[in-house]
């Protein structure tokens, strides 16, 4: 995603979007190598008519387990130690490699519940985790800028195109290719994320898997049917869906959920005033209204765009998809 400030606001300038692999080609996010990444950004860029090397402004994420992202309640202290503090914090949120923790974090200001205590918005990888991306993008030719992680872009794109409201929280689901990011946050609760491991793919592979077919014809289906692709007779009655065989869908529903079912236990905030739903996986057929049925709250489709002057010059059927991308380019602008 593209975006320039000007007088009048945020502009939406271009977008862009390549498949790793190519179209009609099985999907395996265990087999995509690094070739193949830079291959694809770099044809990307092309078609977009943009020269790596000429990108001033790059904002870049990481995800999944790779990144953690929490808050942290601890003691008020001098910046130094704070530094130490938050390190040592980091290890115990991140898988280690071998290599040391590098962290960046952000002080919200003080606790409401308890004195002398503080929030801190904490975000922590390893080298050797910041290393690879960093490689990976002078590969493709950019100068790297800031590195993020999708939690935050996604808040970021939010907040970007909606207001949080004034009591509760927002459910925040970006469903990508292998995993998804939930984020739960409101203006006076605890911000809180997620990574599950349920992604697009699964839902096509446990097609493919249940429906003995190849993986090509199953994301066909995906497309056509959506969630009631795993049905053997097609019907759109909800009702029916849930007596059903439980599926992939049901078992990102139940981690939404457990994980719903945790942060109101943690945090005495169990009011929650709607989902939004983003990411690639976001526009199957069905699965919007599966996820307001079975967890009995409003949920809506996320378009980071919205609010982005431009947006009715571009043609795109889900803008959902560009929800992560939109909040990276809003971070270039805040960092200003």
Known sequence: VLLEKNRGGTKIVNTGIRLVPDQNKTYDPESITKPMWVMAVRELMREMNINPKRVKNLVSSLNGTNVSVKQITTMDMPEDELFSSMTFEARKHIPMDGSDAVIDFQVF?????????????????????????????????????????????????????????????????????????????????????????????????SLSEKLDMDYVSAEDKMMKDGINSFQSSIDNDLNDISVAEKN?????????????????????????????????????????????????????????????????????????????????????????
């Open 109 to 205: 200001g003080p606790n409401p519940k308890e004195v002398d205590k503080i929030d801190i918005g904490l975000v922590a990888c390893t080298k050797k985790v910041s290393n690879a991306h960093l490689e990976l993008l002078k590969e493709i030719g950019f100068t790297p800028g800031i590195i993020d992680a999708d939690p935050i872009a996604l808040s970021n794109a939010f907040g970007n195109s909606k207001e949080f409201p004034e009591e509760g929280a927002v459910v925040l689901l970006d469903i990508g290719s292998v995993s998804s990011s939930l984020v739960v946050w409101g203006r006076k609760d605890q911000f809180f994320t997620r990574d599950i491991p349920i992604g697009g793919y699964h839902f096509i592979s």
């Open 248 to 336: 992939v869908f049901d078992n990102l529903i139940e981690d939404v959920r457990r994980t719903l079912r945790y942060y109101a236990k943690t945090t005495n905030q169990s009011f929650f005033t709607k989902i939004m739903i983003s990411g690639g996986g976001s526009s199957t057929q069905g699965l919007k209204e599966m996820i307001e049925q079975k967890l009995s709250l409003s949920t809506e489709l996320f378009n980071p765009f919205q609010s982005l002057a431009g947006f009715e010059n571009i043609d795109i059927s889900n803008p959902g998809q560009y929800a992560i991308s939109t909040g990276l380019a809003v971070r270039g602008f805040l960092d200003e």
